[in-house]
C-alpha cells in the first residue's frame, strides 16, 4: 500500500476483529470468513461488531435451517425434494436430526443475545457457533454427498402405462 492510500475496508475490519480475537480467543478471522463469509461486513460502521457478526451468522444459519427443514418435514415442497427425500439414507436423517437440533440451539440463543447485549456473551456465542459448526457442516455434508450420489437415482421414470 503507497503512503497516504486508505486503507481497504476489508483491512479495517480485519484489524478491528482482531482486537476482539486477542480478547477473547475468537477463531482466527480467515477460518470464521471461510465459513461464514463476514467479510461482507467491511465498510459497515458498527459500534457493536460482534453483534453484527452473530447477526450475519445467524442468516446464514438460517439458509442451512431451511434446507433441513425441508429435508425432514418436506409439506409443500417442490416435488424434486420429495424424489431427494425418498433415496436418503438412515444415516442421512440422522446427519439431519442432529444438525436441525444444533442449529435450531443457536437460533434460541440469538433470540437471548438480541434482547441483551453482552459484548462477552456475543464473543462466547461466536467461539460456540463456530466449533459446533465445523461438525455441524460435516454432516451436512454427508448429506449433500448421498444426494449427489443418488441424484440420477432419483429421477428414473417409473413406466407404469396407465395414467388415470
Do not use: C
Not at 445467524?58 to 409443500?76: D, H, K, T
Not at 433415496?87 to 446427519?95: E, K, W
Request: zero cysteines.
Amino acid at each position: 500500500m503507497a503512503k497516504g492510500e486508505k486503507k481497504s475496508e476489508l483491512a479495517e475490519l480485519k484489524l478491528e476483529y482482531a482486537k476482539f480475537q486477542k480478547k477473547y480467543g475468537l477463531p482466527e478471522f480467515d477460518k470464521i470468513n471461510e465459513d461464514f463469509d463476514i467479510e461482507k461486513l467491511a465498510g459497515v460502521e458498527t459500534d457493536y461488531l460482534l453483534r453484527e457478526i452473530r447477526k450475519h451468522i445467524g442468516e446464514r444459519l438460517a439458509n442451512f435451517l431451511r434446507f433441513v427443514e425441508l429435508m425432514l418435514n418436506p409439506s409443500n415442497a417442490p416435488i424434486f425434494v420429495f424424489h431427494i427425500v425418498k433415496s436418503l439414507q438412515p444415516a442421512d436423517r440422522v446427519n439431519l436430526e442432529e444438525s436441525y437440533q444444533k442449529i435450531v440451539e443457536y437460533e434460541v440463543k440469538m433470540i437471548g443475545l438480541d434482547m441483551d447485549y453482552k459484548e462477552k456473551k456475543e464473543a462466547e456465542f461466536l467461539i460456540g457457533v463456530y466449533n459446533d459448526w465445523q461438525q455441524v457442516k460435516g454432516k451436512i455434508m454427508k448429506v449433500y454427498e448421498s444426494i449427489v450420489k443418488n441424484w440420477n437415482n432419483n429421477f428414473k421414470k417409473k413406466d407404469k402405462g396407465y395414467f388415470g
